[in-house]
């Protein structure tokens, strides 16, 4: 009988507790002529939830017949119950001790488009009722798997924070911190639903580059904080918002809370850009999950990689001298990974580094080197270095597959940037290299091999074009451009440089070059796309200028527009330069016309020359014994005509060759590389009136093979598939 009775004495103690909670009713909810209609028989309540529907849905809404209205209230509280268990007992972010109003209260969650027209409306919101209770305000259609609801309850729990544990200013509650709200909630949507760890992944990868707090991948920069709790535990991230203070960067709150002072946030900084080479974050296999990401879209839509490696633009190839166009260099804390192809058998790789000091009075970097396995895992990482000029090298072993060198901006000062400043008012950081015995990605000879299949060289420039393309013989298309998909291209239209065109319809006189990615969309006239620029599905005519890291999608651009920097507009054909996105912070409005004189685009950042001949001179001069078919990597030009059949091949396969001279100096050469670009085979061809001769006995592995054929003027490419 005791036994019993205090079973029902604890049974009833812990249904007290459950009930302990009780229902917050917001000011809102008396003065909105909306959400004053409410009723609680229109509502669903959970241990830690209440849910408010309007009278569009009835007293029963899953059984209402629009079914994009149409909801389970107790869905959708099973499903927060659970994140919440997640979020606050075993991440503890949040505190709901009885004493704290989240212990008091329960979550408000307000059902959108569920009140009439002018109510509640909009996807998905969170935040808070009357400096009160967290809220958030969501469409249906947001709640049919937890993977909004996690994020927009981060966002009711960070304004808990504020109410309730950092009540003195902090939580990153400022214009310049706003934009932490949304790196940590997808963070934190991670810690429940890992998969989301490799979301937007194109544009991360297209913007990394930029400053850290950018507002152009806030959703996106969450992969930092991978690091820290790998590095510090979870409990640090908490201590992030818990601990910070008035105005304070997160970041800043970092160095504060670890004790370090710029130069050691900056070390971390890079430790961290090299970690994201690999992706290399053990926690909640977060890590495999985006390489598998990365892996799917390079296999299957590759042209959203569009700016995942810096391509450095070359000063002088007989020195290995390069320079990280200005478009590309890193700005606070961002980073760029450069592949590089060793050359030399002894796979030492030495690297004369040397930033433009001149360029802003913050300049400052981090460099080293990353070696990855076979299968894209990390192998090692170098030293972290930091002088403005220096040498460093780095030797590869036999079991590494890629090396990258990896350079991070590293601010002297940190400087809390507000919501979009403009491209214009944040600092970058060029440098320029000299690299030996290597050469950095875009000028491997194996450079885009993989896309080069079924399809030919153009007539006019050499470039790649698919067979489901068409080009006009008018038409140029570079020796390193590509050309896919259905794309058309006419007239006399350019595609030169490291171009990607798929899928487009390009006329005229226009010219796509450097590392511009067009996809999609009709474009005509006499404009120019260039640097870094990616438009996809967009309608341009006349003679305007694209470029820099704009980023455009499915809008009409007409007349003599310059957009550049990192600019996402809306569509447009009022001349003008525009290169931010607009915001009362940096004084634009939507298609306002002002010019490149206007002050938005005084650009902060000095100009400068790049370094000459002996300012990027060796002081101890590398050398190399044993070349790695090294000789023919700089391949300016394609040429159609290598076959190899058959392909898949299970042994011995046949090479044929057209279009190379073999009286040519040297003769014509065969080299077969695997998928990191490492050379197995050399043969020079002998000669034969069928130029075309049999390979067995290699012993291949299963896998994909890149056969490329060279004279001492041209190259070509074919895929070799080796099956059992």
């Known amino acids: 009988m005791k036994k019993i009775l205090l079973s029902c004495i604890l049974l009833l103690t812990g249904m007290a507790a459950q009930a302990a909670k009780t229902v917050f009713i917001p000011t809102e909810f008396s003065t909105d002529p909306y959400l004053s209609t409410w009723s609680y028989a229109r509502s669903y309540q959970s241990a830690n939830f209440v849910v408010f529907w309007g009278n569009v849905v009835g007293t029963n809404p899953a059984t209402y017949a629009d079914p994009n209205l149409a909801f389970n209230p107790q869905a959708i509280c099973d499903t927060l119950e659970k994140i919440y268990t997640r979020y606050i007992a075993d991440i503890k972010f949040c505190s709901d001790a009885p004493t704290k109003n989240l212990g008091k209260y329960k979550i408000i969650i307000i059902m959108n488009d569920t009140w009439g027209t002018g109510g509640p409306s909009g996807w998905a919101f969170g935040g808070a009722y009357d400096?009160?209770?967290?809220?958030?305000?969501?469409h249906p259609n947001a709640t049919r798997?937890?993977?909004?609801?996690?994020h927009e309850l981060t966002h009711s729990l960070q304004g808990m924070i504020s109410i309730q544990e950092n009540t003195t200013g902090g939580g990153f509650n400022t214009d310049a911190?706003?934009?932490?709200?949304?790196?940590?909630?997808?963070?934190?949507?991670?810690?429940?639903?890992?998969?989301?760890?490799?979301?937007?992944?194109?544009r991360w990868l297209g913007t990394s580059a930029f400053h850290?707090?950018?507002?152009?991948?806030?959703?996106?920069?969450?992969?930092l904080l991978f690091l820290i709790q790998q590095q510090d535990s979870i409990g640090m991230i908490n201590n992030l918002w818990k601990l910070s203070t008035a105005g304070e960067h997160p970041l800043e709150t970092y160095r504060r809370l670890k004790g370090w002072n710029q130069s050691q946030l900056n070390d971390f900084v890079y430790t961290y850009a090299a970690h994201e080479v690999t992706e290399d974050y053990t926690v909640n296999n977060v890590g495999a999950i985006i390489r598998a990401e990365r892996d799917r879209l390079k296999a299957q839509e590759p042209h959203y990689l569009w700016r995942q490696y810096t391509l450095l633009s070359r000063i002088d190839s007989a020195t290995g001298h390069y320079a990280v166009p200005d478009y590309s260099a890193p700005q606070d804390y961002g980073y760029n990974v450069i592949p590089l192809y060793p050359t030399c058998s002894s796979k030492t790789v030495t690297i004369k580094f040397r930033g433009h000091t001149e360029v802003n009075s913050y300049a400052g970097w981090r460099y080293g080197f990353v070696t990855e396995k076979a299968d894209g895992t990390i192998s090692r990482y170098s030293p972290t270095y930091s002088a403005s000029t220096g040498e460093v090298s780095f030797t590869m072993n036999s079991t590494e597959s890629r090396i990258y060198f990896v350079v991070a901006g590293a601010p002297t000062t940190h400087t809390s940037y507000p919501w979009e400043p403009g491209y214009p008012k944040v600092r970058r950081f060029p440098y320029e290299v000299r690299i030996a015995n290597a050469l950095p990605e875009g000028f491997q000879s194996t450079y885009r091999s993989e896309y080069r299949v079924n399809g030919h060289a153009h007539s006019n420039g050499g470039g790649w074009v698919a067979n489901t393309a068409t080009v006009a013989a008018t038409a140029y298309v570079g020796p390193k451009a590509l050309v896919l998909g259905t794309s058309n291209i006419s007239g006399t239209a350019r595609i030169d440089g490291n171009a990607w065109v798929e899928n487009a319809t390009v006329q005229n006189t226009v010219v796509i070059k450097d590392n511009?990615?067009?996809?999609?969309?009709?474009?005509?006239?006499?404009?120019?796309?260039?640097?870094?620029?990616?438009?996809?599905?967009?309608?341009?005519t006349g003679n305007g200028n694209y470029k820099g890291n704009c980023m455009e999608w499915g809008v009409t651009f007409g007349n003599n527009l310059t957009v550049g920097g990192d600019a996402e507009i809306v569509s447009c054909s009022t001349v003008g330069t525009y290169l931010q996105v607009p915001h009362p912070n940096n004084g634009r409005t939507d298609c306002d016309g002002k010019g490149a004189s206007d002050a938005s685009n005084t650009d902060i950042n000095s100009s400068y020359s790049n370094f000459t001949a002996s300012q990027m001179a060796w002081i101890t001069t590398p050398t190399c014994t044993t070349s790695l078919f090294a000789e023919d990597v700089v391949t300016e030009k394609a040429v159609e005509g290598l076959q190899v059949y058959p392909n898949p091949a299970s042994g011995t396969f046949t090479i044929a060759l057209k279009g190379l001279d073999e009286n040519a100096p040297g003769g014509i050469t065969i080299r077969i590389y695997d998928m990191s670009g490492k050379g197995i085979y050399r043969q020079p061809w002998k000669g034969g009136a069928s130029k075309s001769f049999s390979i067995s006995n290699l012993k291949l592995k299963p896998g994909i093979y890149l056969i490329n054929g060279s004279d001492n003027k041209h190259a070509y490419t074919q895929k070799l598939v080796v099956t059992q």
């Not at 400096?131 to 969501?138: E, F, L, R």
């Not at 709200?181 to 937007?200: G, K, L, V």
């Not at 850290?212 to 992969?223: E, L």
């Open 177 to 202: 911190t706003g934009f932490f709200w949304e790196c940590h909630a997808n963070y934190m949507r991670t810690q429940m639903y890992p998969r989301f760890a490799s979301d937007d992944l194109p």
């Open 212 to 223: 850290w707090s950018s507002t152009r991948h806030h959703y996106d920069t969450f992969k």
């Open 145 to 150: 798997d937890g993977g909004v609801i996690s």
């Open 131 to 138: 400096n009160t209770i967290g809220a958030m305000w969501v």
């Open 516 to 540: 511009a990615n067009v996809w999609g969309g009709t474009y005509s006239g006499s404009e120019t796309i260039a640097e870094n620029a990616i438009l996809n599905l967009c309608t341009i």
